[in-house]
Structures are given as C-alpha cells and as structure tokens.
C-alpha cells in the first residue's frame, strides 16, 4: 500500500489541471534538467523520526520526503498531518508507504525504527532483536537506493551501524552513526552555560560510544578560537578535573534526565540529526562527531567497529576524520570505547 501526495487530476474524465491552468510561453525551452532533485527517506515514524521529518521539511532541505512504517494507520495520519501543514513549509512532496520501494532514488536514508526494551529483558536480547529488524529494513533500502548514504539513528547506534553496513554492502564511507552529535551538542551547552557565552562559540566533542563509556575530549575545547585548559594554565588559574567529570557525567545523564521526564527524547535528536543532513546533502564540508568506521584511527584496531570520531562530511559522505592531538589518557579511553563495543558486537557474531 502506498500513499502519495495529491494529483493534479480533477474531475470525471481525469482533467490535468496542472496542464489545463497553466498557458506556456512562446518559444520556451523544456525545464532545465541540471537541477538536483533532493530525496530523503524516514524509516519509523515515531517520536524521533517525527521530528526529523518535521524539521527536515521546516529547514527546506528537500524536495521530496519519503516516510516508512510498518503501522499503515499511524503512517497515514502522520503524513496527512504533515501534508495539512503545506501552506506554511517550504514546497516538499511527501509519500508514505509500508512498502520500501516508495524510497527508490534516495539521496539520504535515515533509520530511526527500533524494538523498546521489554521489562525483564537484557541488553544483549534487545540488541538482537534489533539486528533482526534491521535486517528487514536495510537490504531493501540498500536495493531502492543503491547511490545513497545511510544515517542510523536507531540505538545502540554504535552496534547498529556496523550491522547496517555489513547489511548493506555500502562502502564504509556511505554507512554513518548520529554517535555523539547529540552528546556534544549537550556538553557544548553545558560548557557555555558555565561560561556564560553562546553555545555556537564553544567547539567541544565527546566521542567514542554514544553511551556509558564515551570520551570527552577536555584537551581539545576553545572558546571563541581560544583553547580553554591551555588558557587556564596560562593565566595559572586553577581547575579541579572533578568539576570536568562531573560536566561530561552530566551529559551522559541528561538523556536518562529528559526520558524521565518526558518519556523520550525527540527535539534535540530531530535539529541535530537534520543540521548533518544539510551538511552531507549540501556540501558543507563540516566537522561533526559522528560514529564511522573507526578501524586504524588512534590507535583503533582490534576488528571493524563504528565509533564517534571527529568526522568531515560532505556529498560522498564522510570525507575524512579530522587528526585532532589526544592526550595519551584521552587515547587510552577512546580504545577501551572501542573495546567495549567489540566485546558486544563478538557476542551478536555478525
């Protein structure tokens, strides 16, 4: 079943009234076939992949959206509800389908569908079911859209885009991670709350696993341009590292902190999720930290594994990782990240 936008066809006999409305102009030339057509296509229509789709179409980075979900009832009425808003977006077609083919020719791919964990239930058995579906979802996107880059959402997300990639048969360039976009777009906050300025002046990165053992990259934060611990140094003004742990012990709690509260979280993974679709769509050659296939960086090379590393993005998805100085305990941490997540991904034997 598939539910597309609406025709231009009116009447009993069909009338196009696309072509009857309009008169062409004389000696007119046929539509220049130069201009890209942008196509984005949402897997999961829940919390998160509603607002992606929202603040996809509400930024105007495609011309065509494309929503899948294994809930026929729940698609349809999300993609009417978003169709019921064009008279204040930007012009985007928007199709839905529980069938994958209504995202043939994607530029982008965005997985958001996961199983929830069932009480009782451990991590490792909800990972596997996640496998599971996945191997449902990307085969047949990987099919419809061979030319596209995949961005997986779904948690754990670390696990999931190396499964989506072995799926997928995409060069390791094409297959990424959300990873920490999130977990740096928190701890940049958290940096500039403490500091009083805005948040875009901080450049700050948590990488490695987007969980429990993520790597926050102190040696490495600037303010407006300014390095912040060499600054201190300098100017011999004392820090104490625990009020440091403390911020990036935060960051990892603040996820726990909103799904308490709210029950989920959607906004923040919706804006950031979009600003990397700019930049891979777009071209905007910008650095995000985003998990990629991490094997033969710092140090990294216990077997293939996705992690969150300082990532170059642009058209061809990710053009490079960024060679940023670590210190040797910053190093240390992001191989046992690594570590961690192959010690999983052993026990699922994909």
């Keep these: 079943m598939q539910m597309n936008g609406s025709s231009s066809s009116f009447g009993p006999g069909g009338l196009d009234l696309a072509q009857s409305f309009f008169k062409p102009i004389q000696n007119g030339a046929p539509p220049s076939t130069t201009k890209r057509h942008t196509k984005i296509s949402v897997v999961g229509v829940g919390n998160v992949g509603m607002a992606i789709a929202q603040t996809i179409l509400t930024q105007n980075l495609a011309d065509e959206l494309a929503l899948v979900d294994a809930k026929p009832d729940m698609l349809r009425g999300e993609m009417l509800d978003l169709q019921h808003a064009a008279a204040f977006l930007p012009r985007t077609k928007i199709s839905a389908s529980a069938d994958y083919s209504v995202t043939v020719g994607s530029d982008l791919c965005i997985v958001t569908a996961g199983a929830r964990q069932k009480p009782g239930e451990s991590r490792l058995n909800l990972l596997q079911r996640n496998v599971a579906l996945l191997s449902d979802i990307i085969?047949?996107?990987?099919?419809?859209s061979p030319d596209s880059i995949l961005l997986i959402v779904s948690n754990p997300v670390d696990l999931l885009t190396y499964v989506s990639w072995?799926?997928?048969?995409?060069?390791?360039?094409?297959?990424?991670?959300?990873?920490?976009?999130?977990?740096?777009?928190?701890?940049?906050?958290?940096?500039?709350?403490?500091?009083?300025?805005n948040a875009q002046d901080v450049q700050a990165y948590i990488v490695g696993e987007h969980g429990d053992t993520s790597v926050a990259l102190?040696?490495?934060?600037?303010?407006?341009?300014?390095?912040?611990?060499?600054?201190?140094?300098?100017?011999q003004i004392a820090y104490e590292k625990q009020t440091l742990e403390n911020i990036h012990k935060e960051v990892i709690d603040s996820a726990y902190e909103v799904i308490n509260l709210k029950g989920y979280t959607s906004w923040a993974i919706g804006y950031s999720v979009a600003n990397l679709a700019r930049s891979l769509l777009r071209d905007q050659r910008k650095i995000h930290p985003v998990s990629v296939f991490a094997k033969?960086?710092?140090?990294?090379?216990?077997?293939?594994v996705f992690l969150s590393l300082p990532a170059h993005l642009g058209r061809g998805g990710v053009l490079g990782v960024t060679n940023i100085h670590l210190t040797d305990e910053e190093v240390e941490k992001l191989r046992k990240s690594a570590e961690t997540i192959l010690e999983v991904q052993n026990?699922?034997?994909f």
């Design 347 to 349: 026990q699922l034997g």
């Design 166 to 197: 072995k799926l997928s048969g995409f060069p390791s360039n094409r297959v990424i991670g959300s990873g920490t976009i999130l977990d740096s777009s928190r701890f940049r906050f958290l940096i500039a709350d403490h500091l009083n300025v």
């Design 218 to 235: 102190w040696s490495t934060i600037s303010i407006g341009g300014v390095p912040v611990l060499s600054f201190l140094e300098k100017q």
């Design 296 to 304: 033969g960086f710092y140090g990294i090379d216990g077997g293939d």
């Design 139 to 144: 085969p047949p996107l990987a099919k419809h």
